[in-house]
């Protein structure tokens, strides 16, 4: 069974720093594209970042300059740091990869649980 384990968030104050961490855990064939999402009460998950197997990186301009992605291709990890932070990053940050089971399967997304990031003014 493939899953998907985040650590970190928590509450900080405007200004501040915090780091996710994700790990797969289970057997897999092949990790594509690795990402972060967030959801805030009453909207909808929107894309945070996104990083390939070759490591490019994609922010949209609510974040670009701000938070960094980053993976470890043998470990199978992805980290988000969320530097300068804002009231409204304030979300459920859920962690997100397109994962190639096994031989012969098709590529699916995998999400993680969600981990809530709190910014207070």
């Known amino acids: 069974q493939v899953l998907l384990v985040e650590s970190g968030g928590g509450s900080v104050q405007a200004g501040g720093s915090l780091r996710l961490s994700c790990a797969v855990s289970g057997s897999v064939f092949s990790i594509n594209t690795m990402g972060w999402y967030r959801q805030a009460p009453g909207k909808q998950r929107e894309l945070v970042a996104s990083?390939?197997?070759?490591?490019?990186?994609n922010y949209p301009d609510s974040v670009k300059g701000r938070f960094t992605i980053a993976r470890d291709n043998a470990k199978n990890t992805v980290d988000l740091q969320m530097n300068s932070l804002k009231p409204e990053d304030t979300a459920v940050y859920y962690c997100?990869?397109?994962?190639?089971?096994?031989?012969?399967?098709?590529?699916?997304?995998?999400w993680g649980q969600g981990t809530q990031v709190t910014v207070s003014s």
């Open positions: 997100n990869a397109k994962i190639v089971p096994g031989l012969w399967r098709h590529e699916s997304d995998y």
């Open positions: 990083i390939t197997r070759g490591s490019l990186a």
